[in-house]
């Protein structure tokens, strides 16, 4: 069994796929500064900024999760759509973008399949609707997440590998 620890839309993140080992959130607030004679520019607020989440981690192709993951996570960006982010604990992120996706290969065998991938994956915020706990919205979208988590397994994103 797969432990999810995150979603993103479809893709689950875990120990079977990509596995982060670091998650950066950013709330940036803006502020404009209005310059006054005599004294300190007055600051106004001008609300929340484009809130960003970068991941972290790495994927060992040859143990768990196949060379296919970052292709993945590259295919998810490439629809340009809004994804939901759901952690592990039914959290709610909200909708996000991916805005890149970073692959190094620092180790290979003989053949030149990596060892292991290292990613970083950054997302920022789409500006959404807040789900409604009145409509029931918001535990329909963490239901229907979690239905596909069980039903997830490695074989539906790799094909079978022989590793050298």
Do not use: C
């Amino acid at each position: 069994m797969n432990a999810i620890a995150m979603m993103l839309g479809d893709y689950p993140f875990g120990i079977d796929t990509a596995a982060y080992d670091q998650i950066s959130h950013k709330t940036p607030h803006r502020w404009s500064e209005l310059p006054r004679l005599g004294t300190r520019p007055a600051l106004q607020h001008l609300g929340i900024g484009v809130e960003t989440v970068e991941m972290h981690g790495r994927i060992f192709p040859h143990w768990h999760g196949g060379l296919w993951q970052v292709d993945a996570l590259r295919r998810l960006a490439g629809t340009g759509e809004p994804q939901l982010l759901i952690d592990g604990m039914f959290i709610v992120w909200g909708h996000y973008v991916i805005r890149d996706v970073e692959e190094t290969q620092p180790l290979h065998f003989a053949g030149g399949m990596p060892r292991r991938q290292d990613f970083r994956l950054s997302l920022a915020r789409y500006p959404d609707a807040i789900p409604s706990l009145a409509d029931g919205s918001i535990f329909d979208a963490a239901a229907g997440l979690s239905d596909r988590a069980r039903a997830w397994t490695t074989a539906d994103l790799t094909p079978d590998m022989e590793v050298i």
